[in-house]
Nanobody, 123 residues
């Protein structure tokens, strides 16, 4: 059973930056598509970014050019660098892992989920 744990959430003003981290209990990054999802109050969970097993990245249109997902294989950690944050980015952010390839964030499902970390952006 893979366990994922997010950290790095917090409160920031619009235009600010945050970096989320996700650590895994096992070394899974080479055989799992890794991704970030978010869920705002009253809304459905949506995919934000995915890093596939071939190291390709995919982003939701709403975060393209502002968010960057990356992996540190030595530290066994997944990151989401979030810049130019907007109030509409306010949500609970979840780290996710899917066995095998996911072929982009739009088609990514998940076999494992983290508990989430809250991001709040004020105007």
């Amino acid at each position: 059973q893979v366990q994922l744990e997010e950290s790095g959430g917090g409160s920031v003003q619009a235009g600010g930056s945050l970096r989320l981290s996700c650590s895994a209990s096992q070394y899974i990054y080479t055989k799992h598509c890794m991704g970030w999802f978010r869920q705002a109050p009253g809304k459905e969970r949506e995919g934000v970014a995915a890093l596939d097993t071939d190291a390709s990245t995919s982003y939701a249109d709403s975060v393209k050019g502002r968010f960057t997902a990356s992996k540190d294989y030595v530290k066994n950690t997944l990151y989401l660098q979030m810049n130019s944050l907007k109030p509409e980015d306010t949500a609970m952010y979840y780290c996710a892992a899917q066995k095998g390839r996911c072929w982009g964030i739009a088609t990514m499902t998940s076999d494992y989920w983290g508990q989430g970390t809250q991001v709040t952006v004020s105007s």
